[in-house]
């Protein structure tokens, strides 16, 4: 039976962030789908039950209820005791990245692979803008791994379990690891951890209904 409940579809990358940290440190986990192309998560049911924010992912937990990706990798961190520090300036370093990830990185990546995978918008100037921060990003992350295998402490931690949350999709948004190798490197360590499984294995919904 299942301990963990989390609340998730195929194709959220922040959703994957959570069911890679629960599959990594071997969990007892259920997914449980959320119909968000649909508009599940605008449903009065769902933020009055699930997640007022009306997002997911959120995990469920001996009676808590978890919402955003970074709190859950903190807790699940915390609870099993991998993938974390070893003292408070580590924390506060896996912290650092972490929001960083979610305010410079995740946003612009998986607003601009919405926009060309989902939404179908083609190229546009909001595309245009949300690339350019997007390669400025990567560059960042580039230039920090040409000295370090992980991003904090030399060791796999969830930091780096938040910042690959999309990027395992570049082919969505269009961005070749040629042009960023630290980063496709550090993807290759993070896909040899025991337990990796890809976003579209690990959560229910893909393909979405009409796609090949």
Request: hydrophobic share 40%.
């Amino acid at each position: 039976m299942a301990e963990y409940t989390l609340h998730c579809f195929a194709q959220s990358g922040n959703a994957y962030k959570a069911a890679l940290m629960l599959n990594l440190c071997g969990a007892k986990w259920a997914p449980r789908f959320v119909d968000f192309f649909n508009g599940e998560t605008r449903s009065a049911e769902y933020r009055e039950r699930i997640n007022a924010l009306g997002e997911v992912p959120v995990l469920e937990h001996r009676g808590r209820l978890l919402s955003q990706s970074g709190v859950i990798l903190d807790y699940l961190a915390c609870t099993f005791a991998r993938f974390g520090w070893h003292d408070d300036d580590e924390r506060r370093e896996i912290l650092r990245w972490i929001l960083w990830d979610n305010h410079k990185l995740t946003s612009y990546i998986a607003t601009l692979r919405y926009m060309l995978q989902f939404a179908k918008t083609g190229d546009t100037p909001v595309t245009e803008f949300l690339r350019g921060r997007t390669n400025g990003a990567l560059a960042i992350l580039d230039k920090h791994l040409d000295t370090t295998p992980f991003a904090v402490a030399g060791r796999a931690t969830i930091a780096d379990l938040s910042m690959c949350g999309y990027l395992f999709w570049n082919d969505e948004f269009g961005v070749s690891w040629d042009d960023y190798p630290n980063v496709g490197e550090w993807l290759e360590r993070i896909r040899a951890l025991p337990g990796w499984v890809h976003p579209y294995e690990l959560m229910p919904g893909h393909p979405l209904p009409g796609r090949s």
